[in-house]
């Protein structure tokens, strides 16, 4: 049994992306393992500056995982801002990471180039992920790809400190899925709720045919052959199709005489039958907002004293607890 941690920012609707890197694996290792899943309002900070969309949103997350089969009687479920010790945590952390190493991040990089005005929280977003991390004595960190680096951070991080006070911390391992690695959006890019180009887990039918609808595809003629392995649509495809469709698609494709539009048709349907079940379950929990609000101070109130276990034997290591 290990300790499973990831965590999702509420920084917007939660999309396909999400679900394949992050959500379902998450609840299909509920099961057997002691999992710790959280909605990270503090990271959506860096971006969001409208009181009700980010409470909005985070309680959207929620019940979307939920909807979806995370058990919050059997995992550890809450919001990040509830377990207050993590801001706590990720100060001591900050004091013990030298700027270099931020500097490198990608992910901070690409969001400077594309004309994101960067405030300081955004620079230091790995030092509180790290911080979500440490605190809860993480073993293995569900995430894309995209994540990969911040992961490595966090590793960085907990063995600088783990040479300079001994072994307070446990190094995490993160856990990257190769074949959905990186979800594409519908524009091509990797889809990102950030970026416009989402397909929503809980999108409405006629929204979601559009969106299908508009993937971007090349210009190959119906009846050419063409590459699956460069196709956006087929990448969609294949998540959502049994082994065996998906395998029928590829020999069509490279034979050649199907359109992009019917694989649209065929996406459109197995997408919006794949999330049927899961659509009712999140129509009932709509109508109970106040519930989901409740299981989550829950969540916080269970999962707590671990946090604070954590943040005294820190607080003792760097010498903040002076009556030691
Ligand atoms: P977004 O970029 O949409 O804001 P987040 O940064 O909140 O997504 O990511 C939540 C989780 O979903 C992370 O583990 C991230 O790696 C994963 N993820 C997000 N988008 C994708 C994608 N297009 N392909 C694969 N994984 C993704
Ligand atoms: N940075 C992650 C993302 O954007 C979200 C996140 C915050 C996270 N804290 C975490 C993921 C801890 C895993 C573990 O997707």
């Known amino acids: 049994m290990s300790r499973i941690l990831s965590g999702i920012q509420p920084s917007g609707t939660l999309h396909i992306g999400n679900y394949f890197a992050m959500m379902k694996p998450m609840i299909e290792l509920q099961y057997h393992n002691d999992l710790f899943c959280f909605i990270v309002n503090y990271h959506a900070l860096t971006s969001i500056h409208n009181p009700k969309e980010l409470a909005e949103n985070t309680i959207n997350a929620a019940m979307d995982f939920i909807a979806l089969g995370l058990d919050p009687d059997k995992a550890h479920f809450w919001v990040q801002s509830d377990i207050p010790e993590v801001a706590e945590l990720a100060w001591i952390l900050s004091c013990h990471t030298s700027l270099g190493l931020l500097e490198r991040s990608h992910s901070y990089k690409d969001k400077v180039a594309k004309g994101i005005v960067p405030n300081t929280g955004l620079f230091t977003y790995p030092v509180l992920m790290a911080a979500d991390i440490l605190l809860f004595n993480a073993e293995i960190i569900p995430v894309g790809k995209d994540q990969k680096q911040h992961l490595e951070?966090?590793?960085?991080?907990?063995?600088?400190?783990?040479?300079?006070?001994?072994e307070v911390f446990v190094l995490p391992q993160p856990m990257i899925s190769e074949d959905i690695a990186v979800i594409p959006g519908i524009d091509g890019q990797k889809m990102s709720k950030s970026y416009n180009n989402t397909i929503?887990?809980?999108?409405?039918?006629?929204?979601?045919?559009?969106?299908?609808?508009?993937?971007?595809?090349?210009?190959?003629?119906?009846?050419?052959?063409?590459?699956?392995?460069?196709?956006?649509?087929?990448?969609?495809?294949?998540?959502?199709?049994?082994?065996?469709?998906?395998?029928?698609?590829?020999?069509?494709?490279?034979?050649?005489?199907?359109?992009?539009?019917?694989?649209?048709?065929?996406l459109f349907g197995l997408?919006?039958?794949?999330?049927?079940?899961?659509?009712?379950?999140?129509?009932?929990?709509?109508?109970?907002?106040?519930?989901?609000?409740?299981?989550?101070?829950k969540g916080a109130e269970k999962t707590r004293p671990i946090a604070r276990e954590t943040i005294l034997r820190v607080k003792k290591a760097v010498g903040l607890d002076y009556l030691q």
């Open 200 to 266: 929503n887990i809980f999108e409405d039918e006629t929204t979601l045919k559009k969106k299908v609808m508009r993937i971007v595809t090349d210009s190959t003629p119906v009846e050419a052959p063409k590459n699956p392995e460069s196709c956006n649509l087929f990448a969609l495809y294949k998540l959502f199709a049994e082994p065996a469709q998906t395998e029928k698609l590829k020999e069509r494709y490279l034979t050649g005489g199907i359109g992009y539009g019917e694989v649209k048709k065929e």
């Open 153 to 166: 951070i966090t590793r960085d991080i907990a063995l600088r400190f783990n040479q300079t006070y001994g």
């Open 271 to 297: 997408i919006w039958e794949y999330f049927a079940p899961f659509r009712d379950k999140r129509k009932q929990l709509q109508s109970n907002k106040g519930d989901i609000a409740a299981i989550l101070k």
